[in-house]
């Protein structure tokens, strides 16, 4: 395909100092246009163009949201002597301007004229109505006179620009015409209808120029090609993070009045959310509001022209924002202008994705309100108001960021996406074939900041079974133990369930008033526990009447919440992962040294249970065939060895062969000897003492030897009361006894302090945020 070089006589190209103003806050995607200027010397001039570019051969224009031209130089050789430009936009007739939709076209459609290009073709395809009726029949209207164009002019490569309607029907012109697509500012994630489409036009287009690294992985995960995805940056960026005005006082004062300091004004731009029109006209009523009652002066940007936007143009009007002293209410600024507004102002409020990635650049605080953008990446200078259902909470947040200063972010560009896109283009190969391919790699994660996690700590109520103690905590997404209540176990069935719900109820009433919502409740219990039904089958000795025992009915019936159950090993275990040592490793091992000897196994970053629930019994393993006898009814384990019971067991043979006490030493009368006093021992010099803390630590090494060589884990964490003791003794017998090819696998003592607790609460969250992200 050649470049249709357009008519002789063309004008030369932009005058000097020549400006193709644009602005955030107005809807440009709307406008569909390209330009492609060469000059003889084969210079190219990119110029503030929205949305719709053709391409032929090397000779390349490309959207960029600035307001200046870059000057790209072609190697020798890539000459032309006439100008090819054409303009695409929805043209709409000069009526009255009751909406910012129109009113910004015919501002644009005169910015590009004064630019000197040329206007050859204009299509009618903004259907008025401001609804979802009118979106549609836009889309349609277009996708009817699209081909007409396109048929004429042949392009090689269309380039699309984000995700509003009227993209999809170019982005699907293109695609059933077997143009190819390049999709600038896809993978991204938001609110409202933009999210499908954006993501529509990705599966449409051919190749991908994202802004960020997670939009880049979800192109990936979305299947597309990563050979054919850039990671250039916002072009936006080129100009925000070099955008200096020392006379920005002279902006402020024109737009917001002359006793208007910098900081000390905020600037408001909020849009209709398609997918719940009233809900978000609902939302901008409560945010100004909230701006009333914040009594400081604002800068109020009108909506831009989707579904709904007639409707908060109508409760602008009915609380008198137009009149009102601290508002001034305006349909157009400036792009050159709307940045030093930004850029100095205390606060920007909104759902305007212009709040979330370019405000970014200036470290501005800014509050997002409602779904529209939901899932951005943001920077830490964003606050997200999701479910405002009284102006108090937009209020509050209003006084956490008004007049803060934050880092300028970079999460969205460093400033050099225009070159790097023009190099992309140019490595694009005409004669590839057209079809695409697709990949299926896994998806990662965003997560982002909400002001419910300031104004209240997402919780969980985690429960601990000891055999000795009964726990209830209230525990944060943060691993931090809030409250704790602690009990002695009962004996009977009866007495202990009913002490469990007791404490439940009460911590979570407590919880109520230390602003804490709680998720759900997770629960650690000794013995084998089915977590798909949350029934204790088989408890240890150490608690009595607890086996075919169902938890998670009667608590979930009482406290109204999802109830997880597990045994205390595999918590231990879940507690590392989430917070602990194990944190991001595929796979590793917990053992807990306490009363008895547990642990849990995690494979490829999830928790191992077998297939009768009964995997990781890790203190059961055999590490002599005639050791001493087990609780378990076998002979030799590591439990026998190295448990508390255990050391308990030969402490009470050494006192009463009155081997124990050594100078320094007395144990009173009324106090029963445990495995504290052979510690004790051992620590004042007692052989037999030191001995048998030898024997149980080589017992609890020769069964990390076993599961190195079994699993072979990357790191194997010792949790418990007696991890300190034991850890210098299993590495000695890592070292002579297990292969060298598992030598290098660390052990480490875990720094977690209430690893049952914290494990507990980690099934809680893990799950529940999970489903709220």
Request: net charge neutral; charged share 20%.
């Amino acid at each position: 395909m050649g470049l249709n070089p357009g008519t002789p006589g063309s004008r030369p190209g932009p005058k000097a100092g020549a400006k193709l103003l644009s602005h955030p806050g107005i809807p440009k995607k709307n406008v569909f246009f390209t330009c492609i200027h060469v000059k003889e010397s084969g210079d190219l001039y990119i110029y503030d163009l929205c949305f719709l570019v053709f391409v032929s051969k090397l000779y390349f224009s490309l959207s960029i949201l600035t307001s200046k031209f870059y000057k790209i130089f072609f190697p020798s050789g890539l000459t032309l002597d006439c100008v090819f430009h054409m303009l695409l936009w929805p043209y709409v007739e000069e009526q009255a301007l009751t909406s910012l939709f129109l009113f910004c076209f015919r501002n644009t459609y005169r910015m590009i004229e004064q630019d000197d290009f040329d206007i050859n073709t204009r299509l009618h395809t903004i259907v008025r109505g401001e609804d979802e009726a009118a979106m549609v029949e836009s889309v349609g209207l277009a996708l009817v006179k699209l081909p007409d164009v396109l048929n004429r002019l042949k392009p090689d490569i269309m380039i699309v620009h984000g995700d509003r309607f009227d993209a999809l029907a170019l982005a699907t012109s293109a695609a059933l015409m077997n143009i190819r697509i390049l999709h600038i500012e896809g993978g991204e994630v938001s609110g409202t209808i933009d999210d499908s489409i954006r993501h529509a036009i990705t599966k449409l287009a051919h190749y991908h120029v994202c802004c960020t690294r997670s939009a880049e992985q979800h192109l990936i995960s979305m299947c597309e090609d990563h050979d054919r995805i850039l990671l250039a940056g916002c072009p936006s960026y080129d100009k925000l993070l070099s955008a200096k005005n020392k006379d920005y006082m002279s902006i402020i004062r024109m737009w917001l009045g002359d006793d208007v300091k910098s900081k000390d004004y905020i600037v408001a731009l909020q849009h209709p959310v398609t997918t719940d029109i009233k809900h978000s006209i609902k939302m901008f009523e409560l945010t100004l509001d909230a701006l009333i009652s914040f009594n400081k002066r604002t800068l109020v940007l009108f909506p831009n022209i989707d579904a709904g936007s007639k409707e908060m143009v109508r409760v602008m009007r009915k609380k008198g924002i137009e009149h009102h002293p601290n508002f001034r209410a305006v349909k157009h600024v400036p792009f050159d202008q709307f940045i030093q507004l930004v850029a100095h102002a205390g606060c920007m409020i909104g759902n305007s994705s212009c709040g979330v990635r370019e405000v970014g650049a200036f470290g501005t605080p800014v509050i997002n309100l409602g779904t529209r953008q939901i899932g951005r990446e943001t920077g830490e200078n964003v606050l997200h108001v999701r479910d405002a259902d009284t102006q108090d909470k937009i209020l509050q947040a209003l006084h956490l960021q008004f007049g803060k200063q934050y880092p300028c972010s970079k999460i969205y560009g460093d400033g050099n996406a225009v070159p790097r896109i023009l190099k992309f283009l140019k490595s694009i190969d005409l004669q590839e074939p057209l079809q695409k391919k697709f990949c299926f790699p896994p998806v990662k994660e965003n997560i982002s900041q909400d002001i419910d996690h300031i104004l209240e700590t997402l919780s969980a109520l985690a429960v601990d079974l000891g055999g000795t103690n009964l726990r209830v905590a209230i525990v944060s997404m943060k691993g931090e133990i809030v409250k704790k209540y602690t009990q002695f176990n009962p004996k009977t069935y009866e007495e202990r369930i009913n002490l469990i719900l007791q404490m439940c109820v009460e911590a979570a009433a407590e919880a109520v008033k230390l602003n804490c919502r709680i998720l759900g409740v997770g629960i650690s219990t000794g013995g084998r526990v089915n977590p798909r039904e949350g029934v204790v089958l088989h408890s240890t000795k150490l608690i009595q009447e607890w086996n075919s025992v169902d938890l998670r009915t009667p608590l979930s019936d009482t406290l109204h919440l999802p109830v997880w159950v597990d045994n205390d090993g595999n918590c231990a275990a879940l507690a590392e992962r989430k917070f602990g040592q194990g944190k991001g490793l595929e796979n590793f091992v917990t053992l807990i040294t306490g009363t008895g000897i547990g642990g849990g196994i995690i494979h490829q970053h999830e928790l191992i249970h077998g297939s009768s629930f009964c995997a990781a019994e890790l203190g059961h393993l055999v590490v002599s065939l005639d050791g001493p006898d087990c609780s378990c009814g076998s002979h030799g384990c590591i439990e026998a060895y190295a448990s508390g019971m255990a050391l308990q067991r030969e402490a009470k043979k050494l006192h009463d062969e009155d081997l124990l006490l050594v100078e320094g030493m007395s144990v009173p009368k009324d106090e029963a000897v445990s495995a504290v006093h052979l510690i004790q021992a051992a620590k004042l010099g007692n052989v037999k003492a030191q001995s048998i803390l030898r024997t149980a630590g080589t017992a609890l090494g020769l069964g990390v030897v076993n599961i190195l060589h079994t699993i072979n884990p990357s790191l194997v964490i010792l949790s418990g009361v007696l991890a300190s003791h034991y850890i210098h003794i299993v590495k000695d017998v890592i070292r002579q006894q297990a292969l060298s090819s598992v030598q290098d696998v660390d052990v480490v003592v875990s720094d977690l302090v209430d690893p049952a607790l914290l494990g507990a609460a980690s099934m809680v969250l893990d799950y529940t945020t999970r489903r709220i992200c």
